[in-house]
């Protein structure tokens, strides 16, 4: 999982605080790696490092980043690929008819055998990235008008993706034809901007426009935005973006994660009553639910664990053991509002089980009399190749466990997942979301 965002200033703005800004927005997408590329007037300059927003940037770099065109990266590396700078993003290519810049949100299902045709026939990498690969397919149509040959590019790519290309004179963005990986269009005063989540137009005073859909190509140059290419199929949006991924904030394809949200932990009550003092949710993504199941139940809601605000998502962090040290410094739990009570713990989802189990064990030993887990997805059966890191199937702990046998494991006196057409009715009630890593049942098959 990445952020994306482009902006394109028609009236000649300096664009690289409005990326700054928007990457901090996106900072939840990835925090391995951040970049920035900007062009003026055809002369492309970057910077790229391992580390957040924060860590790469300052004044300096930003007011040395001029241009009115630009789009960053905020960059989650997985399990499988190099965290070192070679692969940070976007990636800067010169080709016969100048610089590119690509960044993506995704995971191209293909990019193996392409680039394994490519090397074939002499080409060389230098990363481990997708977009190098899309580089060298738009690079192979250079006898096309630039818009034909990205358009080719992109009909060459199977897979989940949030693509957004930059060149001399225009910023050209395209989204998966099932529409998996989330991307919006925003405008501020005639400059268009682009990016995997609104929050982050909300943070630069954007306003949105629309979504771009799933399999649309749209170009935004100095005659504004157009739509240049369709190819939509069912959409089908990862349903992980409303339960976890992305912010509360944003709204994807006319949905509200906090609603999504919010509706989640009130389904989770209708489906199954549980008699109890106080909700909390397991922060950050479990707030919502808890909130929305506290209303539904009419038990009271009360913070229970308090965060370290300064620590990342321990999800993205790739090994056991960094993860593992991350769940011991990020939560703790405040005795005050949970000593001696039942409480129903609300989460968003368990993968593994480790960071659930030392959930319960710490509001256990916090005096919690207690702990009843409610999940606002169902369990996680299936791994996913579409660029959500989520472990191999066999570390799925509901994938080789019951419920019984996990409720003992994470030491909980009862556990309750959602049901998926519960989930599903909470999101928005229509059927056009992925929900691989529940039912096996992918848009876009492995190759
Ligand atoms: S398999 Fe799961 S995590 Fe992956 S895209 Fe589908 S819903 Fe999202």
Redesign the pocket.
């Known amino acids: 999982m990445s952020g994306v965002i482009g902006v394109f200033s028609k009236d000649n703005n300096h664009v690289s605080p409005r990326i700054y800004f928007g990457l901090y927005a996106l900072q939840h997408r990835g925090h391995v790696s951040t970049g920035m590329a900007v062009n003026n007037n055809g002369f492309v300059d970057y910077i790229k490092e391992l580390g957040t927003v924060h860590d790469v940037f300052n004044n300096d770099s930003i007011n040395r980043l001029r241009g009115n065109i630009a789009i960053g990266h905020v960059r989650y590396a997985s399990t499988f690929e190099a965290k070192d700078k070679v692969n940070a993003s976007p990636l800067v290519v010169g080709y016969k008819k100048g610089a590119l810049a690509i960044t993506l949100d995704g995971s191209i299902v293909n990019f193996l055998k392409i680039k394994d045709e490519m090397e074939d026939s002499g080409s060389i990498f230098q990363t481990d990235l997708d977009t190098e690969v899309i580089a060298n397919l738009i690079a192979r149509y250079h006898k096309d008008e630039l818009n034909d040959a990205i358009v080719k590019a992109v009909g060459e790519i199977r897979g989940?993706y949030a693509l957004i290309v930059m060149t001399n004179d225009r910023i050209v963005a395209a989204r998966d034809t099932h529409g998996?990986?989330p991307l919006s269009i925003g405008k501020i005063g005639e400059d268009y901007i682009i990016a995997s989540e609104t929050c982050a137009f909300d943070t630069i005073g954007a306003e949105f426009i629309r979504d771009v859909n799933p399999g649309e190509v749209v170009v935004i140059d100095k005659d504004g935005l157009k739509t240049i290419h369709e190819s939509p199929k069912k959409r089908?949006?990862?349903?992980?973006?409303l339960i976890y991924?992305a912010r509360p904030d944003s709204i994807i394809d006319d949905r509200s994660v906090y609603l999504a949200r919010f509706e989640a932990g009130k389904q989770l009550y209708r489906e199954l009553d549980t008699k109890a003092d106080i909700v909390i949710g397991a922060p950050d993504s479990g707030i919502v639910a808890a909130i929305g199941y506290a209303e539904a139940s009419g038990i009271p809601y009360a913070e229970g664990i308090i965060k370290n605000r300064y620590i990342g998502r321990t999800f993205i962090e790739p090994t056991q053991e960094i993860r593992e040290q991350g769940v011991r410094i990020k939560l703790n739990a405040l005795k005050e509002n949970i000593k001696g009570k039942s409480l129903v713990l609300v989460d968003d989802s368990i993968v593994r089980g480790t960071t659930i189990k030392r959930t319960v064990d710490m509001l256990k030993k916090a005096g919690a009399k207690e702990v009843h887990v409610r999940i606002s997805s169902p369990p996680?059966l299936?791994?996913?190749?579409?660029?959500?890191d989520?472990p191999s199937e066999e570390h799925l702990i509901s994938s080789y466990m019951s419920v019984d046998e996990i409720t003992k494991e994470i030491g909980a006196d009862s556990l309750y997942f959602i049901s998926l057409p519960g989930l599903v009715k909470a999101c928005g009630g229509d059927n056009g979301?992925?929900?691989?890593?529940?039912n096996g049942d992918?848009?876009v098959m492995k190759e």
């Open positions: 989940s998996i990986k089908s949006l990862c349903i992980f973006e991924l996680v299936h791994s996913c190749h579409l660029g959500v989520t979301f992925c929900k691989g890593c529940f992918y848009p």
